[in-house]
């Protein structure tokens, strides 16, 4: 989850979750544009998709942007609008409230979505390893993480970033005066820079670490969170509205071959780094130098490993992630992974 973009608090969407049930309104029922032109038209006719991003343009959304600029979605007969959010807690909302007709968002927030009662499915990985990492500055020259006693760790306040916090301390075995925490908020790499703090956590290997060893002049030591002891997860996933699927045809058509489209275009571009590069230059506000890194590191992270394929989820890793959540308090349900993944609508798994 981004840092200082986003927020694991609750609140916002359990209040509006809370406000449609006030007002005697089913989630499933909450009428979008493009629910009501699938119920004129023959399933076939439609072909105009809309997704929201979980934040501005940015190397993670490369996949989106290559399909789009190489004409993956016109081959596969559809016009997509991609929108960027106004509010970052939107995304997965509207896909659940059917406002929107997908979104990109995190594998823990179809958690915590589930624990809302948000009719949502994952139909797709976009990024399918942790990018949330203990980062740390290059001056200090830590090659392991039992050389973290007695260095400082800025935390940006999310709940989340603050169990993978307390994971480092678990795995070191250590105590938090002896890996003392500071709340810096957003300013995960200003925090860096300055010598405030020693290591961050909450920022991304291909963002943050990047822009930390272009300042700085060298790479920081990067500790993804799945080396803290977290279950391995998909940073990004496409989300679609679960019940839709299963009462739209035209709707499940789009989505299959949005999926279908994007799945082509993350193996093309991956083969052509070059190139997703050029692209994001003019759909991101990143600089040329940032992105000339971000974007081939991301495509790489993107690649799967052996034996899988792109877009394919695993319940047993979902499971797994959602239960280290439940174990963490950072949901109170028990989670299940089953509803929350599919891939029915990818090429193959």
């Known amino acids: 989850m981004r840092s200082g973009t986003k927020t694991k608090l609750r609140a916002p969407l359990a ?36 997704i929201e991003l979980d934040w501005v343009p940015n190397p993670d959304h ?7 600029d190489k004409g993956f979605f016109t081959k596969a007969g559809l016009h997509v609008a991609v929108e960027v959010p ?8 509207l896909v659940g409230l059917n406002k929107v007709d997908l979104a990109i968002s995190y594998e823990s927030e179809m958690f915590y979505a589930q624990q809302e009662k948000l009719p949502v499915t994952a ?7 942790p ?36 994971m480092l301390l678990k795995s070191t075995h250590m105590t938090s005066k002896e890996i003392p925490s500071i709340n810096v908020g957003a ?5 860096i820079l300055s010598g405030k703090v020693d290591a961050i956590v909450g920022g991304y290997r291909n963002v943050e670490a990047i822009q930390i060893a272009q300042e700085m002049g060298q790479k920081p030591t990067v500790f993804p969170a799945s080396s803290l002891g977290v279950p391995s997860y998909a940073e990004l996933v496409l989300v679609a509205n679960r019940n839709r699927l299963k009462s739209d045809a035209a709707y499940a058509a789009a989505v299959k071959k949005f999926v279908g489209a994007l799945t082509s275009a993350t193996t093309a571009a991956m083969g052509d780094p070059s190139g997703a590069t050029t692209i994001m230059e003019k759909e991101s506000q990143y600089t ?12 790489s992270l993107i690649k799967p490993a052996a034996g899988t394929k792109v877009g394919c989820m695993s319940e047993t890793s979902w499971q797994s992630f959602g ?12 989670p299940s992974a089953a509803p929350l993944t599919t891939d029915a609508y990818l090429p193959s798994c």
């Open 131 to 166: 990018l949330n990492s203990l980062i740390v500055s290059p001056k200090l020259h830590v090659t392991k993480l039992s050389q973290m006693k007695g260095k400082t760790v800025g935390v940006t306040g999310i709940p989340s970033d603050g169990a993978i916090y307390q």
């Open 86 to 93: 106004s509010d970052v807690t939107d995304p997965i909302k």
């Open 323 to 334: 239960n280290w959540m439940k174990s963490e308090g950072l949901i109170n349900i028990h």
């Open 123 to 129: 139909v797709s990985t976009i990024v399918p390893v």
């Open 15 to 50: 209040a509006l979750v809370a406000t449609v049930a006030m007002t005697g309104t089913a989630v499933t029922t909450v009428p979008s544009m493009a629910a009501a032109a699938s119920r004129a038209h023959n399933a076939a006719a439609m072909s105009s998709v809309s």
């Open 62 to 68: 490369t996949s989106i942007y290559y399909a789009q």
């Open 288 to 299: 040329t130098k940032f992105l000339k890194v971000s974007v081939p590191y991301t495509l």
């Open 187 to 191: 300013n995960l790499v200003p925090s």
